[in-house]
């Protein structure tokens, strides 16, 4: 079935400096891609999402880079601050199915 | 516009007794997703529903479990005779029903079997 892994489980990074969490996908039919940010006991907040027909996507301090050649997925936060510190989960959907598959996230740590 | 409302936010069974869980969707969404997380652990689809259809159920247990989404209402996750390896966070996400709109999380049920 589909999976979606990420490279790195913990990312540890300097407040200010710029964070990138990688995602790789199995699907080559999954034609949605949105990354996640769980805080400690709350829901997963929404962040950014990519269709599979662009290749980069930017919001605010953050931008989603798709590599549909390879299957990968990154998020790249710039300037990340103390208030970026949770897990980070990827999630695809694939063209014909509604359901999100999720990998297991990656957490990111934000020193001061 | 109140978000995805979950409830309750903790609950506590003992083994063999039913858990009802409730997700109130944003409003205007008709499409509700249930997901299950275990610590440390990413998010496992159960089931997805729009308004009194089931339309993928493919995540959930054969036994034991059981969803609904009626006109009226909120959803509803149902586990009969909870075991301990029940015990988990449960995780509501809606949204609209355009195709390929993001869909928003609640916070979620914390479910521990004692």
């Known amino acids: 079935g589909e999976s979606v892994g990420l490279h790195l489980p913990t990312l540890s990074v300097q407040e200010g400096d710029n964070s990138i969490i990688n995602c790789a996908y199995s699907?080559?039919?999954?034609?949605?891609f949105i990354w996640y940010k769980q805080e400690s006991g709350k829901g997963p907040q929404f962040i950014i999402d990519i269709r599979s027909n662009m290749d980069k996507r930017q919001g605010q301090r953050v931008t989603v880079l798709l590599n549909k050649t390879v299957k990968h997925l990154s998020l790249q936060i710039a300037a990340t601050q103390p208030g970026d510190s949770a897990v980070y989960f990827c999630?695809?959907?694939?063209?014909?199915?509604?359901?999100?598959?999720f990998g297991t996230g990656t957490r990111l740590l934000v020193s001061p | 516009n109140a978000g995805v409302m979950q409830n309750p936010r903790h609950l506590v069974r003992r083994r063999g007794q039913e858990a009802r869980l409730r997700c109130s969707p944003m409003k205007g969404h008709s499409h509700v997703y249930w997901y299950r997380q275990l610590p440390e652990e990413g998010l496992k689809f159960m089931v997805y529903l729009q308004k009194e259809n089931i339309i993928d159920e493919s995540g959930m247990p054969k036994e034991r479990f059981s969803a609904e989404f009626p006109k009226e209402g909120p959803s509803i996750l149902r586990i009969q005779q909870v075991v301990r390896g029940d015990s988990a966070a449960y995780f509501c996400a809606s949204r609209r029903g355009q195709k390929n709109t993001e869909a928003f999380f609640g916070q979620g049920t914390r479910l521990t079997v004692v």
């Open positions: 999630a695809e959907r694939v063209t014909g199915f509604q359901k999100l598959v």
């Open positions: 699907n080559s039919a999954s034609d949605y």
